[in-house]
């Protein structure tokens, strides 16, 4: 079951019992009834010769005036509700004393106070991670029910890209764009099949993307989106299939391109590493996801102070690599699309709207951490 973590839960789960199972200790001590406390001062309690510890609870019950030993996790013997921490008592091996009245339930785990039987727990769509995994395996499940995962056809387009660790002729650029969005990719429940960089010839795209539209649900690409000579991404999708759109009102990443081939939907991003690392996780995740089974992974806004100063053209958003300084937060000085390093610099996206056209320190800005926008 460990490998759900990752996956999109295809139905709801509900738990067929609760968590605790029984009342339960919660620290190492001596549990007692409240009732045999007295009202004001310290009480004395008789020890049983009995205990109790996690997997093997009391066989008997503890008498009024008594109290037993137990350890973290035991199920709480009958006829005790209270447990006092073992530094809080004064124990002579046959008794103990308590300095004062101790709040009934005390140091006490309810049955179903965690999870009640028949709560439902999480919801069709749910992206699992670690921790929901572990929850399933608490309240017993040995198998989760997950949708298949969505089969994604990556490639780059562009005869000056270069695999690395081959040789770099003049005029050439090794593609890091595949490796940042198979990273990326990582995070969604996606199977990844890596096309290589295609060469700028406009049958040899087209013979590579119509195929892998035959057998995968997505195609994602890189470069070739614009509207230059060698551009046969976007060309592709409007002479074979439907370009939805192409272009949209956002620094970075003017040329991004949604359409279909077939039935595989086709996203292509900008060349430019930046932009296609904000477009991807600023708008292509969610979809994938969403594609995928999961909910809409819309990023969690944080509203923070800035601490810079901007001047920028109405009719477009921004999206600034910026970082986290104290309880304000900075942009990075350098924010050209090609300037890779400035995402390495920096802790998250500020989102600039349209609107806006001029912040000074102290405005409120948007600020998305990369945690939220998947790049962990």
């Not at 040789?167 to 940042?180: C, I, Q, V």
């Not at 930046?274 to 819309?298: H, N, S, T």
């Amino acid at each position: 079951m460990a490998e759900a973590a990752g996956r999109v839960l295809a139905a709801p789960l509900v738990s067929p019992r609760a968590v605790p199972a029984f009342d339960n200790a919660a620290v190492d001590g001596f549990a007692f009834a409240a009732t045999s406390q007295a009202s004001t001062g310290p009480s004395r309690l008789t020890l049983v010769s009995d205990r109790a510890a996690a997997g093997h609870p009391a066989t008997a019950a503890v008498p009024p005036g008594h109290a037993m030993r137990v350890l973290t996790g035991a199920m709480m013997p009958a006829g005790t509700d209270t447990v006092a921490m073992q530094e809080e008592v004064v124990e002579d091996g046959t008794s103990l004393t308590l300095a004062r009245p101790m709040r009934p339930s005390s140091n006490r785990r309810r049955a179903g106070e965690d999870i009640a039987a028949g709560a439902t727990l999480f919801a069709t769509g749910l992206l699992l991670r670690p921790h929901h995994v572990a929850v399933a395996a608490e309240i017993g499940l040995a198998r989760l029910p997950v949708f298949e995962r969505l089969r994604l056809a990556l490639l780059s387009s562009g005869d000056e890209l270069r695999e690395p660790g081959g040789s770099l002729p003049p005029g050439a650029l090794f593609d890091a764009n595949r490796y940042l969005l198979r990273s990326l990719l990582r995070n969604l429940p996606i199977e990844v099949d890596d096309l290589g960089i295609l060469a700028d010839e406009p049958d040899a795209v087209a013979a590579a993307m119509l195929a892998a539209a035959g057998t995968h649900h997505v195609i994602l690409s890189s470069g070739g989106a614009s509207r230059g000579d060698e551009d046969h991404v976007v060309r592709t999708v409007e002479r074979h299939g439907r370009l939805h759109f192409w272009q949209i009102a956002m620094k970075p990443g003017r040329p991004l391109a949604f359409g279909h081939l077939g039935e595989a939907l086709t996203i292509g991003l900008p060349g430019n590493p930046v932009a296609a690392a904000v477009c991807f996780m600023r708008l292509a995740r969610p979809v994938l996801a969403r594609l995928a089974g999961a909910d809409w992974l819309e990023p969690r806004a944080f509203t923070l102070p800035a601490a810079f100063e901007l001047t920028k053209k109405p009719g477009r958003t921004e999206l600034l690599r910026a970082r986290l300084v104290g309880s304000t937060v900075e942009i990075i000085r350098r924010q050209g699309s090609g300037i890779l390093t400035s995402l390495t610099d920096a802790d998250g996206l500020v989102e600039v709207a349209e609107s806006t056209t001029r912040i000074v320190p102290g405005d409120s800005v948007k600020f998305f951490s990369f945690n939220e926008l998947g790049a962990v």
